[in-house]
Structure formats: C-alpha cells, structure tokens
C-alpha cells in the first residue's frame, strides 16, 4: 500500500473513533433567502396539492402510499384546519378560499368521538381561530365557539385541570392523568376566543388550568411531570422543560404578551430561576436541559427530546437572550450530527436514544426566532442547511415524510398536521421579505398559528378576559 493511501486509511480510522464533533457543514451555497422563500412555497404547495388529491378531508396525508388517515372514527379536518394559516401567510388565495368554503359548509363537530384536549385545541380551536382572524368571516368564529364551548367541558374535574378526553357530542370525559403541558396551554387559544366573544369564561377556565398546576409546585419551585386531574397529586415527579411540559411554560409568556395579563409573567418569572438552578447543563459550550426531581433537585438524566428544542425561542422571547443562544447551540450541533434531529439524545453520553424524526419544527422554529432576535446571519445559514437537509432527506414525488431513523434515513409514511402549520411556516418566515410578515408583529400560538399583537387591544381586556391589573 502507498504512504498516501495508508496516511488516509489511518485518517479514516482516527475520525471514525475520535471525532466528537461533526464535520463542518458545507455551504450548500442555496442562493438569496428570497430565492428560498419562492421554493418553500413551491414546495408548500406541492405538498399541498397532494393532501388535496389524496386526503382531502381528512385528518393527515400518508406521502408513501398515497393515502389518507384519520386520528379517530371520524375526520376532524386536523390537516385542512392546521394549515391554512401557512398558506395564507404564503399567499395561497384560491387553495385558502376553499378551505374557508369548506369549513363553513362541511365541518360539523357533533361527533360522538372521544378526542385528545390538548391536541384538539392547539391544532382545531387555534387553527379556526387563526382563520378568523385572516377572514373576519363570521360562520368561521362561529365553528370556533361552537368547538370551544365542546371542549370546556374536558374541564369539569375537581381541580379545574382538563380530562386528557373528552366527547364531542356528549361532553363526557376521561383519561384522569395529563402532564404538565396537557394541564396548562389553553390560556392562548382560550383567550383570544374570549376576545372574540368578549365572554372571559374562556380565558379564566384556561387561566385557573394554569394557575392550579402552578400552585403545586415543590418547596423549591419545580414542576412534576404527570397529574391526576381529580387529586391534583403528582404522579410523576421529574421536572423538565421540554415534552411533557413544555407549552405549558411556552403559554405563560406568549399569553402574557398578547393579553398583558401580569399574572402570568409572575408565574414564567417564578418558574425560570428553578428551572436554570436544577436543570439546566452547561457542557463545552452547549447548554442543555436535563432531568431533576421536583423535590429534592436531583439530577435524573440527560435525556431530552426533539421537543425541547423550542426553549431556546422562548428563552429569546422573553429577553434571556445568552441563554437561549448557548441552548440553541445544543440543538443546532444535533441537527448537524445526521442531517435532522432526533427524537430521544442523551447529552452526557452523546447518544441517540431513539432516532426517528417526524417533521417537527422545534429546531427550526427556535433558529427562525433567534435570527429575527439577533440579526446574526449565522442562523439564516443554519437554516439554509436545514431546509436543503429536509429536501435531501424527507422529499419525495408526493410530498414530505417522516423518517424512520436519522441515521439510515429510512422513510416511513407519515405527515404531521404541523409540517403545515409551523415547518414550512417557519422556514417561509425566516427566508421572505415581505415587511407583512415582519417577527415582531405576531405572537405565534404553539402550533405557529399567527395573531397581530396590534389586533388585542390592551384596553379591552379587563371586559373581555377579565384581566385585573
Ligand atoms: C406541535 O404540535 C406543537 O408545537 C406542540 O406544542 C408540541 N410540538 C408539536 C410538533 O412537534
């Protein structure tokens, strides 16, 4: 064997064993955002069209068999309802008309089917009332209310927490034990529904949800991870910031910027000092969050999910801006590793635990936060790579589809309702112009519904939400 060849072999064989960190990423050298932005859309609609052709009605699109699921019994129009905010944003007029046309017509909520509160009200209420917002068209606010005055029912439990279930039809619930983030993320939706109808009910059945969880936390100020709605007793102890609990934090802040309701900035303001005492890693230069007991503080592990990777945009958000750089640094170097996130990591020991990926925005999401934050280029790059990465590895003739592992990139035939709502919202946002569509205009639901701050008018909301200053 020649030197050459040998010095190369050994290379291979050294950074096969050695190398930590990924290799650097090379500049796919995509062009101009706006370059970007005109192929999100294509690709938006691509995906759209086939939804139509495929799956129209129904709740999601399988982009490998060409075919249609629904979560339960009956269609939900999970799918339709979740993304028009996307394509409206885009400029989708014709494709947005006939949703519109057909919520109006087509959609009925009399259904007797138990259904998943914290799912439903992200993706149904926010999504109606999002295209309310875009609309003004009244029957569809009506569909809002109709659906919000269902789901107030999940909510008749002695504690005031939501049933993990409740029927559509009957307002019978079940399922008496939620985590954190099924506890306490209504007080967005429910208050702009509030808004709207200018009944506080809404808001204030979501607001108690929230201050109720709040209310339980430990001598040391941390949050448990599942609950019974009936006892209000914790049933899982471990604290964290990401999946399990993660809107719940999200909510506090976002509810507390459109509705400038004080009482829930007191309660984000409480609940970060504990969470940066007791969870939060520093690790050569990347910040994670780990898991602790509520009680004692202890560290668990250093298990996180793809999920968790919306903290860093909240961390933003809410003026911790080193902190949430250093925690999306974390995020981004994951994403990097294999060209998409992961579903379960371990941080300590730099292990995948479970490897599939289904089209989440989370990673994406907080790097579109930080770049309209910051106004460092570097994120824009990231989210070049990120963008190219989806195409090279989620794309096929149909649409997109999740995968099976990272790793192998195997495909599985699967498209979350919120590849539209929030994945290609987020990477459209973060490449387009249009001053319309300028960051500091919205707050976004958790499933990146958008709503004009300059739409809630702060005077209102004594009457509407009975927010006392
Ligand atoms: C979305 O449905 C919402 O953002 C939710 O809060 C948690 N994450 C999923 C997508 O990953």
């Not at 190369?8 to 290799?23: D, M, Q, R, V």
């Not at 052709?53 to 699921?69: E, F, I, R, V």
């Not at 570097?378 to 070049?384: E, F, G, R």
């Not at 990139?409 to 459209?428: G, N, P």
């Amino acid at each position: 064997m020649k030197t050459a060849n040998i010095i190369l072999l050994l290379s291979a064989i050294l950074c096969f064993y050695g190398c930590k960190e990924p290799k650097q990423k090379v500049d796919k050298n995509l062009g101009p955002t706006s370059n970007l932005a005109k192929d999100v859309k294509k690709e938006t609609l691509r995906s759209w069209q086939a939804y139509r052709k495929y799956a129209w009605g129904h709740d999601n699109l399988l982009p490998l068999s060409k075919n249609a699921k629904d979560w339960y019994e009956e269609p939900l129009y999970i799918s339709l309802i979740d993304a028009y905010s996307t394509l409206k944003l885009m400029g989708f007029t014709e494709e947005c008309k006939e949703i519109e046309e057909y919520v109006v017509a087509n959609v009925d909520f009399d259904k007797d089917i138990f259904v998943k509160t914290f799912e439903v009200n992200i993706r149904i209420l926010g999504g109606l009332l999002s295209m309310y917002e875009l609309t003004q068209n009244e029957a569809i606010l009506e569909r809002a209310i109709d659906f919000g005055d269902r789901m107030l029912q999940a909510f008749d439990s002695k504690t005031g927490l939501p049933y993990y279930y409740f029927n559509l039809k009957t307002g019978e619930t079940k399922g008496r034990v939620i985590n954190l983030a099924e506890a306490g993320s209504f007080v967005f939706e429910l208050g702009i529904l509030s808004y709207y109808t200018q009944n506080p009910e809404y808001y204030q059945t979501g607001k108690n949800a929230s201050k109720k969880v709040f209310s339980l936390r430990s001598n040391i100020g941390l949050l448990g991870r599942d609950i019974d709605v009936e006892t209000g007793e914790w049933l899982v102890k471990n604290s964290m910031v990401g999946a399990y609990a993660d809107s719940f934090f999200e909510y506090l802040y976002k509810g507390y910027l459109l509705f400038g309701d004080p009482e829930l900035k007191q309660m984000w303001d409480q609940c970060l000092p504990p969470i940066m005492e007791h969870l939060a890693i520093e690790q050569n230069g990347k910040l994670w969050f780990g898991k602790a007991d509520m009680n004692s503080g202890e560290f668990l592990n250093a298990k996180v999910t793809l999920w968790d990777a919306y903290f860093p945009a909240l961390l933003g958000l809410s003026d911790n801006l080193d902190k949430a750089k250093s925690a999306w640094k974390s995020w981004n170097y994951l994403w990097n590793k294999n060209g998409l996130v992961p579903r379960v990591y371990d941080f300590q020991n730099d292990t995948i635990l479970e490897a599939n990926y289904h089209l989440n925005p989370e990673v994406i999401e907080s790097a579109y936060y930080l770049s309209k934050l910051t106004q460092d280029p570097d994120y824009t790059k990231a989210l070049k790579g990120y963008y190219q990465d989806l195409k090279d590895n989620c794309r096929n003739n149909v649409a997109y589809h999740s995968v099976k592992s990272v790793i192998s990139k195997e495909a599985d035939d699967e498209l979350s309702t919120f590849f539209f709502a929030e994945t290609m919202k987020y990477f459209y946002l973060a490449f387009t112009d249009d001053e319309n569509l300028d960051f500091s205009n919205f707050v976004f639901s958790t499933e990146a519904h958008p709503f004009l701050k300059r739409n809630f008018n702060q005077d209102l909301m004594t009457e509407r939400l009975n927010i006392t200053y």
